[in-house]
């Protein structure tokens, strides 16, 4: 697979991509509160691996964030990715095979920015991991959404609790809608390794939880961006280790 940096288009950040394809599905992936995209790389270079283009802006990564202009970069990132050929020419992105996700505050950010594309540039599909409430507010932003998508909800989570983020994200979702819960994560166990930060917060990184959101993030994507249907039961059906909340 191959980096880049988004930073030579004017937008911080760093993407990920197959060494070769064309109309490949692509991703933008928002970071939670006081994080970076450089403790999300596994969770990148997994889905590149597996065909689809991952962008993650690294702006606003300063502790009074503005969730308006970062969910505007992760539109911009879309952008970038349908709009430049990548990899000397030989990697390109499909337009109608485009998603947003994100963890916690980035994750409401994805939300955010899904209702910021015009009609004809929607995207497909939606993920976030252990959402967290934004202003202005993913809940009600989410009633907009037609986009079918995937909430992972952390069941230890003491930043972002599901009844406070996920669960009424997924309750008010305008279209087809999947919250699968956790139950041993914690709010910091998306993350890789570890940084003094994480002791102000509850929990930490965590290798089984990150290892799980790697498979179920890229099943769903693949199965909606590209229409992989073998990838379903990862997105519905009894996954171990988690539990369906709601599937409608």
Same mark, same amino acid.
């Given at each position: 697979? /191959?980096r ?7 937008i911080p950040?760093? @993407?990920?991509? !197959?060494?070769?394809g064309l109309?490949l *599905?692509a991703?933008a992936?928002g970071?939670d509160w006081m ?6 790389l596994? /969770?990148l270079r997994? %889905?590149a691996?597996w065909? @689809?283009?991952?962008a993650? *802006?690294s702006s606003q990564?300063? !502790?009074?964030?503005s969730?308006?202009?970062f969910?505007?970069d992760?539109?911009?990132?879309l ?11 030989? #990697?390109s ?6 998603a947003? &996700? ?5 994750g409401?950010c994805a939300?955010l920015a899904?209702?910021?594309? &015009?009609?004809d ?5 939606v993920?976030t991991?252990?959402? &967290?409430?934004?202003? *202005?507010?993913? #809940? ?5 959404v037609?986009a !079918?998508?995937?909430h992972?909800?952390?069941g230890?989570d003491?930043?972002?609790p599901?009844a406070?983020?996920a669960? *009424?994200?997924?309750?008010t979702?305008g279209g087809p809608?999947?919250l699968r819960?956790l !139950?041993k994560a914690n709010h910091?166990?998306f993350?890789d390794g570890?940084?003094?930060?994480d002791a102000?917060?509850?929990g930490g ?5 990150a290892? %799980? $959101?790697?498979?179920?993030m890229t099943?769903f994507l693949?199965?909606q961006l590209v229409?992989e249907h ?5 997105? $519905?059906g ?5 539990t369906v909340?709601?599937?409608?």
């Open positions: 697979m /191959l880049g940096d988004l930073g030579l288009v004017g950040g760093v @993407i990920f991509t !197959p060494t070769e109309g *599905p991703v992936f970071h994080q970076h995209p450089d403790r999300y596994s /969770l997994h %889905l691996s065909g @689809i283009v991952a993650a *802006p990564c300063g !502790p009074l964030p969730h308006t202009r969910s505007a992760l539109r911009t990132a952008d970038v990715c349908v709009g430049v050929r990548l990899g000397d020419g030989a #990697i992105v499909d337009r109608q095979r485009l947003l &996700a994100g963890h916690g505050t980035g409401g939300v899904a209702t910021g594309r &015009a009609e540039e929607s995207v497909a599909a993920v991991l252990a959402l &967290a409430e934004t202003w *202005p507010s993913a #809940i009600d932003a989410a009633r907009t037609t !079918p998508a995937l992972l909800a952390a230890k003491q930043v972002s599901p406070a983020g669960e *009424p994200v997924a309750e979702w809608v999947t819960r !139950p910091l166990g993350l570890w940084m003094w930060f102000l917060l509850a990184p965590q290798a089984s939880t290892r %799980l $959101t790697r498979s179920l099943g693949l199965h229409g073998r990838c379903a039961q990862l997105t $519905t009894r996954v171990k280790g988690t909340e709601l599937s409608r």
